[in-house]
């Protein structure tokens, strides 16, 4: 309805322009059928029309009224309907459509203006309700049957509403743990954020599929020291798009002004170990990869030529600002992710999924 709203706008301010009319008075007229004329004079406007875009609406007790279009959503919700007919909805599944009219004396034996549902107490009380008042009954201490409930380290798992008290004393929550404002999440979580299916991609093609660009701010550095804004556009997991926005947004407005030379993410490949590389997800960032090497843990360089924070600038400190972002949203850095005692460190890595 609102497409059609919004074509029928479009190709009058068209045929405005085409028109060219010259006269202060012309201008379109609408009625509530959603036609359109062009007149040369709106100040003999024809009965049932109108300068500006209308909609009919309709009550229980029979009235219809015209309505300015741009106000007739904020009449909907003082009972005002947009047909003179409604749906309503059985506790059995069955739908049936009502004259308006009969509305409220159907919602009093047994009928509901959304599809219904079965919510519960934790005393065993059960109610049946229609889906669109849900909302409002779990802010009271009711629950659906089966219930997602979450755990400070991110994990989550659907508990059947007998459970809910339960769980509830053992730690269990019914919102997302947050940390520092970014909620946890569980590896299995994480897996169908990134994966259609949550599993792994076989194949480029299906990889490629799942990719997006993403361009964030950065800071880049002149050679006398001096910083300056640029952007830089990485290819990443859709499923990660509006993540790895906030993160690069969150250290560009740092005092620090972290400078990025160089910032890769996806690209299908293998690791040296013929193993297929997280950076084949979308779910790796490398930043400035020859300032923030990649190590084995007895120095020897497989990429990159060195890790020096403190001395070169484009080298990120374990208690950066870059660092920080990332873990905050659920990502780890190679420079402690696999642990103190890792066979190599990678200092220019950022994984999602600890790859």
């Not at 809910?164 to 994480?190: H, M, R, T």
């Amino acid at each position: 309805m609102k497409t059609a709203k919004a074509v029928k706008k479009l190709v009058a301010g068209v045929l405005a322009a085409i028109m060219c009319a010259g006269s202060a008075g012309a201008a379109y007229i609408y009625n509530p059928y959603g036609y359109v004329r062009y007149v040369e004079d709106y100040s003999n406007v024809p009965s049932g029309w109108y300068t500006y875009p209308v909609v009919t609406l309709y009550a229980e007790d029979g009235r219809s009224e015209v309505f300015p279009e741009e106000i007739a959503e904020a009449q909907l919700s003082v009972g005002w309907f947009t047909s003179p007919e409604v749906t309503l909805y059985a506790a059995d599944g069955r739908s049936q459509v009502f004259p308006l009219s009969m509305r409220s004396a159907q919602l009093t034996v047994g009928w509901y203006d959304s599809p219904v549902m079965t919510v519960y107490a934790l005393d065993g009380r059960s109610a049946v309700i229609g889906s669109n008042s849900l909302d409002a009954w779990l802010s009271v201490g009711w629950y659906k049957e089966y219930t997602k409930m979450y755990d400070v380290n991110g994990n989550s798992m659907d508990v059947h509403w007998s459970g809910v008290e339960y769980a509830l004393a053992n730690g269990w929550v019914c919102e997302p743990v947050f940390l520092n404002n970014v909620p946890q999440i569980s590896y299995n979580d994480k897996l169908l954020k990134v994966f259609p299916d949550g599993k792994y991609f076989r194949e480029k093609a299906q990889a490629d599929a799942c990719m997006t660009n993403v361009t964030v701010p950065v800071w880049l550095m002149r050679k006398d020291g001096t910083k300056y804004p640029s952007r830089t556009t990485i290819k990443v997991n859709s499923g990660l798009a509006n993540d790895v926005l906030a993160i690069f947004t969150e250290i560009y407005n740092h005092p620090s002004k972290f400078p990025m030379k160089s910032v890769g993410g996806y690209s299908w490949r293998k690791t040296q170990s013929g193993n297929v590389s997280e950076h084949s997800y979308g779910t790796c960032i490398d930043i400035n990869p020859n300032e923030n090497y990649y190590v084995t843990y007895d120095g020897r360089p497989l990429s990159g030529s060195y890790w020096k924070p403190g001395e070169d600038p484009y080298s990120i400190p374990a208690d950066s600002i870059v660092v920080k972002t990332f873990e905050k949203y659920g990502w780890g850095w190679g420079g402690t992710v696999w642990g103190e005692y890792a066979d190599r460190f990678d200092y220019m890595h950022f994984t999602y999924l600890g790859g």
